[in-house]
């Protein structure tokens, strides 16, 4: 348990713990109380940096949408942030194949291997049951070479297929990869940078499916027929899709964040065709990069930016993807000891090692109710010995990170949103948004916070929020059925 009062007096001096000892108790209460509250007064000051108000939030939604325009149009996409990526992917799915599909997905610190069988229900409505096996991707691997990475992904398929027997089928292959792609076509497109803390050397610039399709090739103990690669948001929006039909928007936060959404044809100048609609990987973990954030980026940000594999880049995303939370909280809570309203004014060794605050540690705080006892032990095995009062100004911190990050995070939703109103002139805009990631599903109050943010940002939208289940490996298949059947199309 947290420590009693009189051990979270600041106590700077030994004289002031004495004279206190010496009072009557009533008295050594009352300067006991205030001198906490000072602590917790004093920290709350420093978090109102976090504060976003709503014509804040209204000014980024806007900034957004001018980034979002800029790169949809020809002439100024080369120098937007925010690439807003043609998929390929088109509004007017024709049926699919029906059948076993093998589904990739690559974007985080696991990669997983699925086996999905695509199929009618009694109703005659699609459904897809799904096997799936996680695989854990070291760091070594994330940072080596492509042809480490593509080594190993080949190796863990080939582990999958000799799991369920099924090494002599050549089966269709949908590629869920979840970083930015400049698409050529539904299956082939080169990898414009790494973000979320990979960096093998030789992918960027190159076609991702093409690096796949040698890796298999090298080993020579199993075929595939890749035939979709799609981003994560990507999948995510088709898997809720075929639950709801408006579902035309997807998001992801987790390790990193992103949406895509269904734009006209006709806004999307990188692709010829004026008819129906694309769906755009907007890629808006990217605002920021080239200065749009500066006003709101906090000394936090700029470390947490500094120390990253991608200076400069992907800065939005540092706000609010669950690779930086916890990193941003650790910092915070260094600058707290610092200006000595928390632990003593000691940070422990673990406290000033990056890193060590994981993610999941701000959810299972902000997820303790009234006795702190989690927050306690998180912070007793960061080798910091922590009052009651250190638990609640802990606790603060990692409340306003995150709510910070929820409506930041609630002004690019707005942003889309808005804009796909405006492309569709409607009274009232009825949308259902798919969602997925770590921090989304599992923190307490992000979902929350962000819906409340979302709605007073949209006015004349009526929005649905779903959550989806397995949607990087649902959704690929999903693409892959479609594209699937769409070749054999092509090609009669
Ligand atoms: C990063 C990637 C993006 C992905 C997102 C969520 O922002 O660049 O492609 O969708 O993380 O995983």
């Known amino acids: 348990m947290c420590r009693n009062t009189l051990q979270f007096l600041t106590a700077d001096t030994v004289q002031e713990v004495l004279i206190f000892n010496s009072l009557p108790t009533n008295t050594r209460m009352n300067k006991d109380m205030k001198n906490v509250s000072h602590s917790f007064h004093m920290a709350e000051q420093i978090l109102t940096e976090f504060d976003l108000h709503r014509e804040e939030l209204e000014e980024l939604m806007h900034r957004l949408q001018q980034e979002m325009e800029k790169g949809l149009r020809l002439e100024s996409h080369e120098d937007a942030s925010v690439k807003m990526l043609p998929t390929y992917v088109r509004s007017t799915p024709d049926g699919s194949e029906v059948g076993d599909f093998l589904a990739l997905d690559l974007g985080g610190t696991n990669f997983r291997v699925m086996l999905a069988k695509v199929g009618e229900d009694d109703h005659g409505r699609w459904k897809v049951d799904t096997n799936h096996q996680m695989y854990s991707i070291h760091e070594d691997i994330m940072t080596g070479t492509a042809e480490m990475l593509f080594d190993y992904i080949a190796e863990c398929i080939s582990d999958f297929l000799d799991r369920h027997s099924m090494k002599h089928k050549k089966l269709p ?40 399709r040698d890796a298999i090739k090298r080993r020579g103990d199993f075929e595939m027929d890749v035939v979709a690669m ?27 964040c992103n949406a895509c959404y269904m734009e006209e044809m006709e806004n999307v100048e990188l692709v010829e065709g004026e008819e129906g609609r694309m769906c755009i990987n907007t890629e808006w973990g990217a605002f920021g990069d080239t ?8 000394e936090y940000d700029r470390v947490v930016d500094e120390n990253s594999l991608n200076p400069g880049q992907q800065l939005y995303e540092k706000i609010i993807g669950g690779k930086y939370l916890g990193e941003l909280v650790r910092l915070v809570l260094l600058k707290l000891v610092n200006e000595n309203l928390v632990f003593n004014g000691e940070a422990s060794e673990m406290l000033k090692t990056r890193g060590s605050f994981e993610t999941r540690f701000v959810s299972q705080i902000e997820s303790d109710s009234g006795n702190m006892k989690q927050t306690y032990n998180i912070l007793t095995g960061l080798g910091l010995s922590a009052s009651e009062m250190d638990c609640r100004i802990v606790h603060m911190a990692c409340e306003r990170v995150t709510t910070r990050a929820a409506r930041m995070c609630a002004s690019g939703l707005a942003a889309v949103i808005n804009r796909m109103r405006e492309n569709r002139a409607e009274q009232t805009l009825i949308i259902t948004v798919g969602i997925d990631g770590s921090v989304y599903k599992l923190h307490p109050s ?47």
């Open 173 to 212: 292959l949908g590629f869920t990869f979840s970083f930015p792609v400049r698409h050529e076509d539904i299956d082939k497109g080169i990898l414009l940078n790494w973000t979320k803390g990979f960096k093998a050397s030789g992918a960027e610039g190159n076609n991702i499916v093409g690096l796949l």
């Open 230 to 256: 799609v981003n994560d948001t990507v999948a995510t929006m088709i898997s809720c899709y075929y639950e709801d039909h408006r579902c035309e928007v997807g998001m992801i936060v987790g390790t990193g």
């Open 446 to 492: 992000f979902k929350h916070k962000f819906h409340a943010a979302v709605r007073e940002l949209t006015p004349r939208c009526d929005i649905t929020f779903i959550q989806s289940e397995e949607g990087s490996g649902r959704g690929a298949a999903l693409v892959s059925a479609v594209a699937y059947k769409m070749s054999f199309l092509i090609g009669q």
């Open 291 to 298: 200065g749009e954030l500066e006003d709101f980026r906090l």
